[in-house]
């Protein structure tokens, strides 16, 4: 058996928890260690970063938006994913580098070349064996969110439409530019059959059953 790194990508409400949980017990079942983790916050550095990204209380500059997130990144790849890819697991995340090309380099408008650079040497060049694109229409993702919590937003889940437009926008196009790594399933589907395409895709990256 070996490691392998496995990204969830997408706007905001399109279920990559859901679907995180369904593929770890699947694969668990199948006798792969799964470790389930998340940007930003997947170490108690990066918790305390993510509350200053996503709830800190008055303007944020974009760039220093975007250098938060790379702090976080490279605290979150040294210490979480790194030794658990060594120790032949599967590491299941939740958003890495193309959500910050998304968010901070499309939609803050700070450049998508410049914050995959800063990105990419944050992590110290790890990129995913599989990048998982949940892709909604924006104004049902965020129905999602609100049905779910009520009008309870974080910084980003705040912004306009026009802003979670260009993210999913951005998405789409590294998906476009990368198909060899990019699965793009429409979110909009059932539970069901959305984690039955993720495990087919899954199933041939770690050599395991579909079933």
Known sequence: MTGR??????GD???????????????ADHGR???RTREPGGTDLGVRIR????????????RAEALLYAADRAQHVETVVRP???????????????SSVAYQGVARGLGGD??????EWAADGLAP?????????????????????????????????????SVRSAFLAMADAEPE???????????EDVQRAIRAAVARLVAIDAV
């Open 33 to 35: 260690t799964v470790l």
């Open 13 to 27: 409400g399109v279920g990559k928890t859901t679907q995180a949980e369904l593929l770890s017990a699947w694969l």
């Open 84 to 98: 658990a890819i060594a120790r032949d697991e599967i590491v299941l995340q939740d958003r890495y580098i193309d």
């Open 51 to 62: 509350e200053m990204v996503l709830h800190e209380r008055g303007h944020v500059a974009p």
């Open 5 to 10: 790194f496995i990204t969830l990508e997408g």
């Open 129 to 165: 064996d599989l990048t998982i694109l949940l892709d909604l229409d924006v104004s049902v993702g965020r129905a999602r969110v609100a049905a779910a919590r009520g009008d309870t937003f974080d910084r980003l889940e705040s912004e306009a439409q026009a802003f979670h437009e």
């Open 181 to 191: 790594r990019f699965l793009v399933i429409d979110a909009a589907a059932s539970t």
């Open 114 to 119: 410049q914050v995959r650079s800063v990105s």
